[in-house]
Every structure is written in structure tokens, then in C-alpha cells.
């Protein structure tokens, strides 16, 4: 069983930063690609973030392309999510996700392709 815990959250001022981080109990954590997913209230689960197993290649949600970087240690067994400049908007319920050897963006934007999730961690950003 591969449990993930994200950290990280809180309250914020709009224009500042947080960044969450998301630990995996999985030896084989290098072979996952893990994705970031966000819920605010009455809205569905949305795709935030990815990045491969190998962490070549990363994905992003068109609205924080240029605000929000994901990355990952695998020394930590460890995937991280950066989020600068941040908006009222970004105010959700954050989700880490794994999933075996995914890749492309038609794939690692559905959340139905994870098998695994944390329990989720919550980011408030106030105007």
C-alpha cells in the first residue's frame, strides 16, 4: 500500500507564496509519476500539476503555467509543489497523486488514472 502526506498549507495573502510538499512511503517512488490536484468548495477536483517518474517531463494547468513549479526528490521520496504569486482563485483543497509509469498530458491530467491519494492539505489565499 502506498500512502501519501502533503504538507504545507495555510492562510495566505494574495501575491505571496507556499509550497507544498508531499511525502510518499514507497521504496519504488522513483517509478510514479505524481500529480498535484486541487478542489474548491462546489467545484470539482481539478488538474494542477505533474511531473513523470523520471522527472523529464512536467505539466502544468494553463492558469499557473508561469506561477507554480513541481519537482521531486528522490532521495526524499518527496514531489513538491511551488506555488508563487498566488491568487484568491488558488483557494482549494490541494491533493497529491501517484500513479505508475504515466505520461502525456491527455493521461496525467485525469484523475481517475491515479490509484493512489493523500488525504489532502488546504490552501487559503485572501485578498
Known amino acids: 500500500q502506498v500512502h501519501l502526506v502533503e504538507s504545507g498549507g495555510g492562510l495566505v495573502q494574495a501575491g505571496t507564496s507556499l509550497r507544498l510538499s508531499c511525502a510518499v512511503s514507497?521504496?519504488?517512488?522513483?517509478?510514479?509519476?505524481m500529480g498535484w490536484f486541487r478542489q474548491a468548495p462546489g467545484k470539482e477536483r481539478e488538474f494542477v500539476a505533474a511531473?513523470?517518474?523520471?522527472?523529464?517531463?512536467?505539466y502544468y494547468l494553463d492558469s499557473v503555467k508561469d506561477r507554480f513549479t513541481i519537482s521531486r526528490d528522490h532521495s526524499k521520496n518527496t514531489v513538491y509543489l511551488q506555488m508563487n504569486s498566488l491568487k484568491p482563485e488558488d483557494t482549494a483543497v490541494y491533493y497529491c497523486?501517484?500513479?505508475?509509469?504515466?505520461?502525456?498530458?491527455?493521461?496525467?491530467?485525469?484523475?481517475?488514472?491515479?490509484?493512489?491519494w493523500g488525504q489532502g492539505t488546504q490552501v487559503t489565499v485572501s485578498s
Open positions: 497523486a501517484a500513479a505508475a509509469y504515466l505520461s502525456g498530458s491527455s493521461y496525467v491530467e485525469r484523475s481517475s488514472h491515479y490509484g493512489y
Open positions: 511531473i513523470t517518474w523520471s522527472g523529464d517531463s512536467t
Open positions: 514507497e521504496r519504488a517512488f522513483s517509478t510514479y509519476t
